[in-house]
């Protein structure tokens, strides 16, 4: 708050104008601020598609809530998202059963395109004359205590200065701004990827345009040591995504071993991909990487912040990378809010209320990656579903499995842990119960 008791007006740099940079700016033009948001590839909106990057994603409660306060969860649920309602689980033979998220309430996750999203959020930003935004524009030095940028701007090849008030890196996973923030004593960082990678492949929609699957589903192909899912998208098409290690794909190496591959383990999504589609697709592109990373604090004194993957990026096994990014902004707009812009109160407090949370997704992502190979096989993940289905239906109120916690709800993602490890100790208790009345009734009986 200036002097004069009125806001002052920060010029703030976003370093990244991929989906959470942009929303970022967004929520921060709202707020009356001097934005300029440097992204450092083309305005996606003149682009096609980026490899390596997912086509589409899944929306849930997190990231509509940060899209609903910046007016835009309307448009995108009504004109754009595909609503997901349940999962279809795809066995070997090819036979599907599907599982509803959550029958009573209808609950669902929608499908978006990654770059229709991103180009939606950018265009609304053309709506505030305080943000600016300059793409072709990398970052390749930063002094975060002095708020000093240098941009490469990969047009003219010239290099751009740049002072801010406050500096947010919305860089992504491989993030720049912070690189400069790991130069800070009591930094801590962790990294790790995954054995597996992924490879995106395409399920056309049918010559009349339909979709060749049902449309409002989740498509699950749980194999162990690998899975694949199919997400819808608005042209009636599927992007498939084959989770598989690294080495798996390496032993993929011809038209013959591929279609052995897919014969035994996708046998129904061959018709559906087409052979040609999948060889060229298959074999004509190679699989990315996953990487996990773990970082804190968020800030630099009251200077600089990192967001989105910037902060932390997980294993997409949740489906909750994009939704923690927007989450993130939700958050730091609420404590813009209740500091009335004071960034020496809202930096430090939002890195130390939010790596908990952000720690928490990061496990239960990797969590899931690991048990994913074993939950579809070992009969007590199916016990454990279905106990815990039916303690929902029971007790809806009271006992919300994990799964929904994280995806239908608000809950911080640290209380959906703990959530979960208090539900633990209680069906252990009722299983011990269980076991005890067992025991009684065969003594009693054989007595
Ligand atoms: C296979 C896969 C599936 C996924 N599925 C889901 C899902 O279903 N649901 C979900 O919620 N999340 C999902 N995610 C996660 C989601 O994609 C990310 O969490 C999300 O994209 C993070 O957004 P971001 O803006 O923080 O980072 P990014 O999307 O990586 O954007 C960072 C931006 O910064 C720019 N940039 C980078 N370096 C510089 C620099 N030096 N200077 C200037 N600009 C720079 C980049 O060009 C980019 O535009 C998935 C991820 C993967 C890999
Ligand atoms: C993109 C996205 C959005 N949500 N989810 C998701 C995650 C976990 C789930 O449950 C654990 C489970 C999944 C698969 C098999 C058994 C149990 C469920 C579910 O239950 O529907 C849904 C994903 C996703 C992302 C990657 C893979 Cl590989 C995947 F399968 C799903």
Request: charged share 20%.
């Amino acid at each position: 708050m200036a002097e004069n008791g009125l806001k002052k007006k920060l010029n703030i740099a976003v370093v990244g104008g991929g989906l959470v940079g942009s929303l970022e700016a967004l929520y921060l033009a709202k707020r009356g601020h001097n934005v300029s948001l440097y992204e450092y590839r083309e305005d996606i909106r003149n682009t096609p598609q980026v490899r390596g990057r997912s086509i589409n994603l899944a929306l849930s409660v997190r990231g509509r809530t940060a899209l609903k306060d910046v007016g835009l969860e309307d448009h995108i649920i009504q004109n754009h998202g595909i609503p997901m309602k349940a999962r279809m689980i795809h066995r070997t033979d090819g036979s599907t059963y599907e599982i509803p998220y959550d029958a009573r309430t209808n609950q669902c996750i929608y499908s978006v395109g990654r770059n229709y999203l991103n180009g939606l959020v950018l265009k609304e930003t053309e709506n505030y004359t305080n943000v600016e935004k300059h793409f072709n524009h990398k970052l390749i030095e930063a002094n975060l205590q002095k708020g000093a940028l240098t941009f490469l701007n990969t047009d003219t090849k010239g290099t751009v200065q740049v002072n801010a008030d406050l500096i947010i890196g919305a860089d992504g996973a491989f993030s720049a701004v912070r690189k400069a923030m790991m130069k800070q004593p009591l930094f801590d960082y962790s990294q790790k990827y995954i054995e597996h990678g992924y490879l995106e492949l395409c399920i056309p929609p049918t010559e009349d345009g339909q979709f060749q699957m049902p449309a409002n589903y989740l498509h699950i192909w749980p194999r162990g040591n690998f899975m694949m899912i199919a997400l819808p998208n608005q042209d009636c098409s599927w992007t498939v995504t084959l989770f598989m290690p690294f080495q798996n794909f390496k032993a993929i190496d011809s038209e013959e071993t591929l279609l052995d591959f897919f014969t035994k383990y996708f046998p129904d999504s061959i018709p559906l991909i087409g052979r040609k589609r999948l060889v060229e697709d298959f074999l004509g592109g190679s699989p990315s990487p996953l990487l996990a990373v773990k970082c804190r604090p968020y800030n630099v004194a009251d200077k600089a912040l990192i967001i989105g993957d910037a902060a932390h990026a997980v294993v997409p096994f949740y489906g909750q990378g994009m939704n923690a990014g927007f989450e993130d902004c939700t958050l730091l707009d609420r404590l813009f809010q209740y500091h009335h812009d004071d960034l020496a109160k809202i930096l430090p407090e939002f890195s130390e209320t939010r790596w908990r949370d952000t720690f928490a997704i990061s496990d239960l992502a990797m969590y899931n990656y690991i048990e994913m190979r074993d939950l579809v096989t070992r009969p007590s993940y199916l016990v454990r579903k279905a106990m815990d289905d039916f303690l929902f239906w029971l007790l809806p109120g009271v006992w919300v499995p994990l799964y929904n916690s994280v995806t239908f709800t608000t809950m911080p993602y640290s209380h959906c842990v703990k959530n979960r490890e208090w539900q633990n100790t209680v069906l252990l208790y009722l299983f011990y119960f269980i076991i005890f009345c067992v025991f009684v009734g065969v003594w009693s009986y054989l007595r």
